[in-house]
């Protein structure tokens, strides 16, 4: 399947964009297997906090985003390597993985490999670690924002009393509902 790359967000985000929407194209009813790993998730959060985006990108990906799933969400990537290897199988490397015009490369390539040997291992794990938390605190505070809206709603829009009564997490999550 040929794809149509565009611009938008930069070259990494249309990329994936594109991937996307082409996976999304091809799986019919089926879901769909990705096989980012813990090191992906913890990239994933170093971006997120480097580009101050806040909790929801900081929270990284879901293991479970239907009709997305991420079976390999909780393991290293070098053991994916090692298993490929001991099955004989070759996977494929894409070339963009390797090349450090791009910041999640360079994550990958020197800062995570930095900070795991300044901060004596583990990174990866507790920025995965840190990631499920605040996924599970989102995901907590967005259902307390839905049933929150529900209450707050009126005819021309929110009672805004109750709205300033709400804790400041909640209200911004009611407001953007």
Same mark, same amino acid.
């Given at each position: +399947?040929?794809?149509?790359?565009?611009?938008?967000?930069?070259?990494?985000?249309?990329?994936?964009?594109?991937?996307?929407?082409?996976?999304?194209?091809?799986?019919?009813?089926?879901?769909?297997?990705?096989?980012? *790993?813990?090191?992906?998730?913890?990239? *994933?959060?170093?971006?997120?906090?480097?580009?101050?985006s806040?909790?929801?990108?900081?929270?990284?990906?879901?293991?479970?985003?239907?009709?997305?799933?991420?079976?390999?969400?909780?393991?290293?990537?070098?053991?994916?390597?090692?298993?490929?290897?001991?099955?004989? $199988?070759?996977?494929?490397?894409?070339?963009?993985?390797?090349?450090?015009?791009?910041?999640?490369?360079?994550?990958?390539?020197?800062? +995570?490999?930095? $900070?795991?040997?300044? $901060?004596?291992?583990g990174?990866?794990?507790?920025?995965?670690?840190?990631?499920?938390?605040?996924?599970?605190?989102?995901? *907590?505070?967005?259902e307390?924002?839905?049933?929150?809206?529900?209450?707050?709603?009126?005819?021309?829009? +929110?009672?805004?009393?109750? $709205?300033?009564?709400?804790?400041?997490?909640?209200?911004?999550?009611?407001?953007?509902?």
């Amino acid at each position: +399947l040929c794809v149509d790359v565009g611009t938008e967000g930069g070259p990494e985000a249309a990329a994936r964009t594109a991937r996307y929407r082409a996976l999304e194209a091809a799986r019919g009813e089926a879901p769909v297997l990705l096989a980012h *790993t813990l090191d992906d998730q913890a990239e *994933t959060v170093l971006l997120g906090l480097g580009r101050g985006s806040g909790a929801r990108s900081i929270a990284g990906m879901r293991p479970h985003d239907p009709p997305w799933y991420r079976p390999l969400l909780g393991v290293r990537r070098a053991v994916t390597h090692a298993a490929c290897e001991e099955l004989n $199988l070759t996977p494929w490397h894409d070339p963009h993985n390797t090349d450090r015009r791009f910041t999640r490369t360079r994550l990958r390539t020197e800062v +995570l490999p930095l $900070l795991e040997d300044v $901060l004596g291992g583990g990174v990866a794990e507790a920025l995965a670690r840190t990631a499920a938390a605040l996924r599970e605190d989102s995901e *907590t505070l967005d259902e307390l924002a839905a049933r929150e809206l529900a209450e707050v709603s009126v005819a021309d829009g +929110l009672d805004t009393a109750r $709205l300033v009564k709400l804790p400041d997490a909640v209200r911004r999550r009611v407001i953007r509902g």
